[in-house]
């Protein structure tokens, strides 16, 4: 019984400003897990035009995100690290995949309903078809696993549902084909084509939240710069951001069950923990009873330990255009060769005559 091989994939939008959300939900799982995996890291440039972007700020944004993955530690020697459409195959299989999801499915996700607003009429087909092109990006690798912030799990369950009703569709075809892979689905044992991924949402930090609210999502399009920790930012802004974080007047509590209901006391917890990489409950043993004005400082310390090295590196990267063309350009090649590999599977599958 042959079984799908382990990869890890995931994505990152270049739309300006990554952030600590960015950093703690997303890339800092994307270093740690490639001890132990073969990873693919894809700066996802169409995602991106889902919404207008100007072209020569969509390129330096491009080559930011690349800057970033490499400044955290993504070896992309041992890996694969390049910008998505440079391997036309993702576009291919996004469209395939449009003609096998409903309407029905793509009209329940929350994230084209927050984007697109009242005007719903006036949003693009691609904002609408975006979770399409995730699970294709994905799916062109054949991906296993995907580590990525709370705020991705509905899409992720969508690139489930897709693979499911591909490899249902077409059963009959894979089997003649002999292209099926089996996988436990549940209690019972499943043939298909495409795996069904599994998301990687876990730690202290899957949603960081603003710093001026702590209802509201940590975010790249924030209004306020103080909402957020950008991963450009240097060792004082970093100190003033969060001198400046909304708090409440208590001090911290002795026992983590009293930070519910106390948003942006959980939130700044949250962010120590996962920086320092430590659990909760174990910040509320240290912390708990300090006033914010002991705490602040703290974080303030770790906080800048941890990223200013990293805004540092990426500073220097992105002084070298050069080099992270040459990275990109060579993980898309490597990624293209994989990618073409199951467009054939699948245009076989589907009877394309080539
Ligand atoms: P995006 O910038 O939307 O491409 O997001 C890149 C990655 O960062 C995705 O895995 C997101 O889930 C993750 N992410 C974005 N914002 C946050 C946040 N506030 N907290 C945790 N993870 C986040
Ligand atoms: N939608 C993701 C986000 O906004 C980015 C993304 C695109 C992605 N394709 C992906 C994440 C594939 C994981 C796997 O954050």
Not at 91 to 101: D, G, R
Not at 104 to 133: H, I
Not at 295 to 309: G, N, Q, S, T
Not at 326 to 336: F, H, I, Q, S, Y
């Amino acid at each position: 019984m042959s079984q799908f091989t382990p990869l890890v994939f995931s994505g990152v939008q270049p739309t300006g400003n990554l952030h600590l959300g960015n950093y703690l939900g997303a890339i800092r799982k994307f270093v740690a897990l490639q001890a132990t995996n073969n990873c693919i890291y894809c700066v996802v440039d169409l995602h991106a035009i889902t919404v207008p972007q100007d072209p020569k700020e969509l390129s330096r944004s491009i080559r930011e995100v690349t800057a970033a993955f490499l400044a955290s530690g993504i070896d992309p020697k041992k890996h694969i690290v390049f910008n998505q459409s440079r391997v036309p195959q993702h576009a291919e299989l996004a469209w395939i995949f449009n003609c096998i999801a409903r309407m029905g499915w793509l009209s329940r996700m929350t994230q084209f309903k927050e984007k697109a607003g009242k005007d719903r009429e006036n949003a693009s087909v691609g904002l609408f078809a975006y979770p399409t092109l995730m699970a294709a990006d994905i799916l062109v690798y054949r991906g296993t696993h995907v580590p990525v912030g709370d705020d991705q799990k509905q899409h992720l369950e969508l690139a489930r549902d897709i693979a499911q009703k591909f490899n249902n569709d077409f059963s009959d075809r894979i089997a003649e084909l002999g292209l099926g892979v089996e996988m436990a689905v549940g209690d019972t044992t499943v043939n298909g084509y495409f795996p069904l991924t599994e998301p990687i949402i876990e730690g202290s930090a899957t949603r960081v939240m603003s710093l001026r609210d702590g209802l509201k999502k940590m975010s790249k399009s924030d209004p306020s710069d103080l909402s957020r920790i950008n991963l450009t930012d240097d060792a004082d802004t970093i100190a003033k951001k969060i001198r400046k974080a909304k708090t409440d007047i208590e001090p911290l509590p002795s026992e983590e069950e009293g930070l519910e209901a106390r948003p942006e006391a959980d939130n700044l917890v949250g962010i120590y923990a996962a920086l320092a990489d430590i659990s909760r409950a174990q910040v509320i043993r240290d912390f708990g009873g300090q006033q914010f004005s002991q705490f602040k400082p703290a974080l303030a310390d770790l906080a800048v330990a941890k990223l200013a090295p990293i805004a540092d590196e990426m500073r220097r990267l992105v002084g070298d255009p050069a080099h992270i063309d040459a990275v990109l350009k060579d993980g898309g090649e490597r990624a293209g060769a994989i990618a073409e590999k199951t467009m054939g599977d699948v245009r076989d599958i589907l009877g394309m005559l080539r």
